[in-house]
């Protein structure tokens, strides 16, 4: 049972447009909503987050919407870089004293010069 | 800053052999994890530790045994390798309250 979904394995973009990349949920118990950016042969880093209790958060080029009802969440990149190509991975966990982080199966996205 | 390191990065092991991938991190988390990363599959957990002296079953658990050492180091064991075993493997710790994950750079292992 799939509790992230990223149902996109991939995403080409031209340089400088909008990247959009999407996830559902199956779990409402779910807190705290991430996406993590990973390059080949390194570990993901983390990129943004939301809370559950907010459906926008912005950092830069990068804004998390959260759309409770729908259990979707997207990341929008603006505007796209080459550098921005990697695999990105959303993820979700509870709360509490730990958190068990379930991820998605990623989207690997390509910003085309 | 270290936060988390992992060893070995590489190895390749014949089916039935044991080893121990080894992961500490300095950042004073309580919590940490064990993922592994196939094509296709994203990031599965495999174990996590909530504290010192605790640990539980992740998602793909089988076959694998885990010790949480002391606050800093979480090691990972295969009592017996299996080619499905052939994966990515990622250590992770938690910024507590976020759930904002820490990895390290990853144990890439082949069983022959």
């Known amino acids: 049972d799939q509790q992230v979904k990223q149902n996109s394995p991939s995403l080409s973009v031209q340089e400088g447009r909008i990247s959009i990349l999407n996830c559902d949920y199956t779990n409402s118990m779910f807190d705290y909503f991430l996406w993590y950016k990973k390059y080949p042969a390194e570990g993901p880093t983390f990129l943004i987050s939301i809370s559950s209790i907010k459906d926008k958060n912005e950092d830069g080029r990068f804004t998390v919407f959260l759309n409770k009802s729908a259990k979707h969440l997207s990341l929008h990149i603006v505007p796209s870089q080459p550098g921005d190509s990697a695999v990105y991975f959303c993820a979700a966990s509870g709360s509490g004293g730990y958190q068990k982080v379930t991820f998605g199966t990623g989207t690997k996205l390509q910003v085309i010069p | 800053n270290a936060g988390v390191t992992q060893t070995p990065k590489f190895q390749v092991l014949k089916t039935g052999q044991s080893m121990t991938l080894q992961c500490a991190q300095d950042m004073n988390h309580n919590s940490m994890y064990w993922y592994r990363q196939d094509p296709g599959m994203g990031l599965r957990l495999i174990y996590y530790s909530a504290s010192e002296g605790t640990t539980d079953k992740g998602e793909v658990p089988n076959g694998y045994n885990v010790s949480r050492l002391n606050k800093r180091e979480f090691s990972l064991r295969l009592e017996s390798a299996a080619p499905s075993q052939t994966s990515v493997y990622f250590c992770?710790?938690?910024?507590?309250?976020?759930?904002?994950?820490?990895f390290g750079e990853g144990s890439r292992l082949t069983v022959l």
């Open positions: 992770a710790s938690i910024r507590i309250g976020t759930g904002e994950l820490f």
